[in-house]
């Protein structure tokens, strides 16, 4: 083992470390009934942080721990009246089976990672304003809230969801795209916890970006 691979090894323990003491921490407080959240928010919460966590470790896994987490914050953000991101969850769900799929291929539990081709990239770009104006429109008639930065961050999800499943390093970028605009959206309709786990999120994809940057120049293990 390199010292880079150490290096790495050892950030990854600290984040595991560092998630299970929080998420021990939510889940305790909730259910002493000193923290106001939900327990479809606090579930979503937890199990969206696993999920990233197991992305940048580029573990399968990540798809059936992210699918428990969507279907709790498709309830959650249809009782806050944010239907885009609501209906993006169903989405996610179906591009997570489709992912899973991809990435069982093969049977290693741990995936090697690519570039997105330039056409590949260029196709989604192209497709992004046509998709975020159209869902921005029906959001507005059905009187969605926030419809501008909900069909946003659908919209850019829905482009990252694609790139993560074809295990491409942009996907990063894009999520972290996304995590921006969502911490602004989700403190905007009070749903801080949401917001914050948004926050954390965005510091675990530049680190994802970083380690998958890594592994790119290594080549293949």
């Known amino acids: 083992m390199t010292d880079g691979d150490s290096d790495t090894g050892r950030v990854g323990k600290v984040a595991a470390g560092a998630f299970a003491v929080v998420a021990a921490g939510l889940v305790a407080g909730r259910a002493a009934g000193w923290l106001p959240f939900s327990w479809l928010e606090t579930f979503g919460a937890v199990t969206g942080a696993a999920c990233v966590l197991l992305v940048v470790r580029r573990s399968v896994w990540n798809f059936p721990v992210g699918i428990a987490s969507c279907a709790a914050y498709l309830a959650y953000f249809a009782q806050g009246r944010l239907y885009a991101d609501a209906g993006l969850q169903v989405v996610f769900i179906l591009l997570s089976v489709h992912g ?20 590949e990239v260029t196709v989604l770009a192209a497709a992004f304003p046509a998709v975020w104006l159209g869902l921005t429109l029906v959001l507005t008639a059905v009187d969605g809230a926030a419809p501008i930065l909900d069909a946003y961050v659908t919209t850019m999800s829905l482009a990252a969801q694609w790139l993560l499943n074809r295990r491409y390093v942009e996907s990063w970028l894009a999520w972290i795209a996304v995590d921006q605009v969502s911490v602004a959206l989700f403190w905007s309709r009070d749903m801080h916890l949401t917001a914050g786990l948004y926050a954390v999120f965005l510091a675990m994809c530049v680190a994802g970006l970083v380690e998958w940057r890594r592994h790119l120049a290594k080549g293949p293990a």
């Open 100 to 119: 899973w799929a991809a990435w069982a291929r093969g049977g290693t539990a741990v995936k090697p990672v690519r570039r997105v081709p330039l056409g």
